[in-house]
């Protein structure tokens, strides 16, 4: 299975919408914050894809969580857009949220630049922003034996 992982896409429905239709054969689709308002809009054009989202330090007035947590093919992904976490200044709280968790993969926004990286066993992940031409996003590819993270460039 292949989740397409965005983050901080801040009113760019274009990047959204090239990069779903660049990846058609994706499934799930997990959006990491600032961009609530985003997926509202374009959701309904894209019926066959699973929404999962957080809630970023620029998306006001909403109800969604701050972290979310999702199984999938026997793997655990902890979301969320970092913030809360003070993922600027390092990723320990990030990692020490993940491990209570149980997670796996600890996927996050925030700072707009990818990142991949292996601490404490848990695999962090920071698909970067989709806010402007020279956007970034990932791709995970999951399965029971198979865990696989990429970026890409826009």
């Known amino acids: 299975m292949k989740i397409l992982v965005i983050s901080d896409t801040h009113g ?20 990491l914050g600032d961009g609530k308002a985003d997926i509202d809009l374009i959701k309904d054009e894209y019926k066959n894809k699973v929404f999962f989202r957080v809630c970023g330090n620029c998306d006001s007035a909403t109800s969604m969580p701050v972290t979310l947590t999702e199984t999938i093919e026997g793997k655990r992904f902890f979301l969320t857009h970092g913030h809360e976490f003070y993922v600027k200044d390092n990723l320990d709280k990030l990692v020490a949220a993940a491990t209570k968790e149980n997670a796996d993969v600890a996927l996050f926004g925030h700072t707009h630049t990818p990142i991949k990286q292996t601490i404490n066993g848990i695999i962090v992940f920071n698909p970067g922003s989709l806010e402007k031409a020279e956007g970034s996003y990932g791709i995970i590819e999951v399965s029971k034996n198979k865990l696989d993270l990429q970026h890409f460039d826009l």
Do not use: S, T
Request: proline share 0%; glycine share 0%; net charge negative.
């Open 12 to 31: 760019n429905l274009d990047n959204i919408r090239k990069v779903i239709e660049r990846h058609d054969d994706i499934e799930n689709i997990f959006h």
